[in-house]
Every structure is written in structure tokens, then in C-alpha cells.
């Protein structure tokens, strides 16, 4: 039976009101005012994470990112996870591969405290020895729990293999030795580099005006170095190693697969369309051709997906599944094939329209609390977006054409290329 479907409607995106605050010091955020609850979410991200860490010190920013929290100013590690514990404070960091994130989340009563802690963590961190002593055991304690599962395993092989002599390739976290290596004097100078004016990008969003946040972006960022403005590559990173499949030997009963094919910029005129080619291959957790092919039709796996992965100086399409050892070679040819199809048949267009559908009325789900809304827009404003983006989203989407999507396919993998890599004991992979 066929089921016809109306096209995908653009409904409107949520209706923001955005604020552009920019400080004395030249740095710009944007606002979202709702004063009916007594909240401030704040977000912001540094221009560089992990792609700043010094080649022989891999993990350095994600050591930075545990133990900005660790002391501060005149507070030591105990005084100041005590000052955020007794105000209900919620002050978190994360660096990733090319953004240096940080998250304030406070009740309006508590907010002098909460931005005197925030002010202190990035314009006066210790890195006490005792402290980034505690800390670098913890990573390690981690990575060492970490260096014999076959998932992390796999993505760190999977990124070295496509971007050798790369940042992107090496672990954000590190490893054993490169983390063990790092001393407070190293951190104390790549927070230097790190922390700048230039390329940040802040959202508030929450119980604040926008003459008071202008005044807390002066007093937690003002002392800042201005810092380089970003430089965009002159045109993407190639992904290495296309056609070549990679296998790390590990004796577990299932083998953990992943694979990378082309992918587009955010900025790319077809990144939209390619976000629906990639709902359809993959991105749809019980509707995708390959959870349908894969797992549905035939039981090889639990679980199997792809997602579109755009970073500030590449993009690709990542993928993978987890099967066991004697149906390696067969899921992956059906991930090929089904890779296949989309370029030489192309997707329906009930296929469209059902993937149009679920990422147009999906999307509200992002905005229903002040932390979501305020890491969304953050996500916008890294990409280069407008604030206007959130409400024409969703128009963007619904004008997307079956041509469209299948022009986007053939662009992606009509060369039939992908970078495969295996971990485990795979049975006639190679």
C-alpha cells in the first residue's frame, strides 16, 4: 500500500526575541529576556579547544576545562566548589575540538556570586599543583578505563586514519602519556592563548537586561587579550584514506564499525539538503534505510546510524554500527549498498517529505528551557548564523526538493568512497 503525504509545511520556528548587547569592550552577545522566571542561563564558546593543544601535549585543553572550577582568585579548590554548592550554581566547562565552551546556570538571587566565580575561573584560574595533580589522575584513571573499549577505540583510529598530522587527528582527551606530561606552567599558558576576545561568542538567556549584561560581559571578559579574528580556511580539509578499510585487532565478540564518507561545511548551500539525505540513510533512529536494512530486514545489529559532522575546518559524514564478528563483511555491504542506491535510484519522495516532516516539527523541542535555547543559539552564532535563523529554519527545510536531495547524494558519494574502520576480529572485512 502507498501512502501519499501532503507536503512538509514550514511551520515557524520559534519566535525569539534576540537582543544584540555588546560591551564597552567590544564583545557581543545575544539576549533572550524572560523575567517571569527567576533563571539566567548564560553560554559562550572560545575561538579554539583541542585543535590548540600543543602537538606533544594532546588533552591540555580538556585538563584546562576540568579544573577552571578547581580554585580561583583567592579561593582554593574546597572554597570554591563550596561557594557554588551552598548557592545552588551550576558552572561547567567543556573543551571540544574547535570551541572552548563554558555554561552559568544561576538563580537570579544568587547572581552576583555566580558571575564573581565565572569572573574568577577565567581571568584568575591557579592550576594548583595539588589540584591539577587530583585532576590529571582523574583524566587518566579515565583514559586508562577507556583503552581497551572498542568504541573509543575505534573513533580515535577512525579520526587518525582521516586526518593525519591533523589536530582533528588526535584524541580531544589525550592520552595516558601526553596527559601525564602536562604541567601547571603549560596550562597556565595555553589558557592565555585560549581566553581571548576575539571569535568569542556569548547567549544569555534568562532573567537579565541588556545594560546589565553589557556590564557583566565588560567585567568577565573586558581584561581579556583581544585575540586574532578567526580566519576561515581557504577551502576544507580533506578527508584521508578514502577506499581504505583500517582494522584494529581486538579479541571481543562483536566488532565495533565505523565509516566516514564526504560531508559539506555548515555554509555550504547544500548542507540543508544533505541533512535530509542523511534523516534518510541514517540519521532517523526506526525509519532510516540503514536501521531499516540493517537491523529490521536482516538482525545484524542492535543499532546502526550516520550523522552529518561539519567542523570549523572540515566536514564529513560519520557512521557506524557495533555487530558480531562473523557479520562484520555483511553489514558493511549493506551500508554500501544502501549508500549506493541513494546515487544510482536517488530516495523517494515519500522519503523526503517523511524526513522534511520530522526535522521541521521536530525542531521546537530545542527551545522548551532557558539552558536549550540559550546552547542553541550559541550553536548558531559559532556557525556564522543570524538570530532570524531560528524563526526561517524551518522555511529552508520545507523548500528543499526531491532534486535537491538527490543532486546532494550524488555530490556526497558518487565517487562510492568510504573510509572504513573496524575494531575487533572481523570475519572477511578486508
Known amino acids: 500500500m502507498t501512502v501519499s ?123 594548583d599543583a595539588d589540584a591539577v595533580a587530583r585532576v590529571k589522575a582523574q583524566v587518566i584513571a579515565g583514559l ?4 581497551q573499549n572498542p568504541d573509543v577505540m575505534c573513533r580515535n583510529a577512525l579520526f587518525a586514519a582521516a586526518f593525519p598530522g591533523h589536530p582533528y587527528g588526535r584524541p580531544e582527551r589525550g592520552d595516558v602519556t601526553s596527559v601525564g606530561g602536562i604541567e601547571p606552567a603549560a596550562l597556565r599558558a595555553l589558557t592565555q592563548g585560549l581566553f581571548t576576545r576575539g571569535g ?66 555548515w555554509d555550504d548551500p547544500d548542507f540543508i539538503a544533505a541533512t535530509v539525505l542523511n534523516h534518510i540513510l541514517g540519521g532517523s533512529a526506526f525509519t ?59 530516495p523517494s519522495e515519500h522519503e523526503v517529505e517523511e524526513a522534511k516532516r520530522y526535522l521541521i516539527g521536530s525542531y521546537s523541542l530545542r527551545f522548551d528551557t532557558s539552558p536549550k535555547i540559550a546552547g542553541e543559539l550559541l550553536g548558531l552564532a559559532i556557525r556564522g548564523e543570524q538570530p532570524d535563523f531560528v524563526e526561517t529554519r524551518n522555511q529552508r527545510f520545507a523548500a528543499v526538493t526531491l532534486a535537491d536531495v538527490r543532486h546532494v547524494a550524488q555530490r556526497l558519494f558518487g565517487a562510492g568512497k568510504l573510509l572504513v574502520q573496524a575494531v575487533g576480529r572481523p570475519v572477511g572485512l578486508v
Open 144 to 147: 586508562q578505563r577507556q583503552a
Open 288 to 346: 532510516s534505510r540503514l536501521f531499516m536494512e540493517v537491523r529490521e530486514k536482516r538482525g545484524l545489529a542492535y543499532g546502526v546510524s550516520s550523522s552529518l559532522m561539519p567542523l570549523r575546518q572540515t566536514g564529513f559524514l560519520v557512521g557506524g554500527t557495533s555487530t558480531r564478528n562473523d557479520r562484520v563483511a555483511e553489514s558493511m555491504s549493506v551500508i554500501r549498498e544502501e549508500i549506493a542506491k541513494l546515487v544510482t535510484e536517488g
Open 200 to 265: 568569542l561568542k556569548v547567549v544569555a538567556v534568562g532573567d537579565i537586561t541588556a545594560s546589565e549584561l553589557a556590564s557583566r560581559l565588560d567585567a568577565l571578559f573586558g581584561s581579556l587579550p583581544a585575540g586574532a579574528p578567526r580566519v576561515e580556511p581557504a577551502a576544507p580539509l580533506p578527508v584521508a584514506g578514502l577506499g581504505q578499510t583500517h582494522v584494529v585487532d581486538l579479541d571481543v565478540p562483536q566488532t565495533v564499525l565505523r565509516f566516514v564518507g564526504p560531508g559539506l561545511m
Open 5 to 127: 503525504l501532503a507536503p512538509a509545511t514550514a511551520t515557524p520556528g520559534p519566535s525569539l526575541a534576540v537582543q544584540r548587547v555588546t560591551a564597552a569592550c567590544g564583545v557581543e552577545a545575544w539576549l533572550v529576556e524572560e523575567h517571569s522566571l527567576p533563571l539566567l542561563a548564560l553560554d559562550f564558546a572560545f575561538d579554539g579547544g583541542a585543535n590548540r593543544d600543543p602537538a606533544n601535549a594532546a588533552g591540555s585543553a580538556n585538563l584546562i576545562s576540568g579544573l577552571l572550577d578547581e580554585g580561583a582568585g583567592d579561593l582554593d579548590a574546597e572554597a570554591f566548589q563550596g561557594r557554588l554548592a551552598d548557592h545552588a550554581i551550576n558552572l561547567s566547562f567543556d573543551a571540544r575540538r574547535d570551541d572552548f565552551h563554558g555554561q552559568l546556570q544561576t538563580l537570579s538571587q544568587h547572581r552576583e556570586t555566580a558571575f564573581e566565580l565565572l569572573g574568577l575561573a577565567l581571568n584568575a584560574p591557579r592550576f
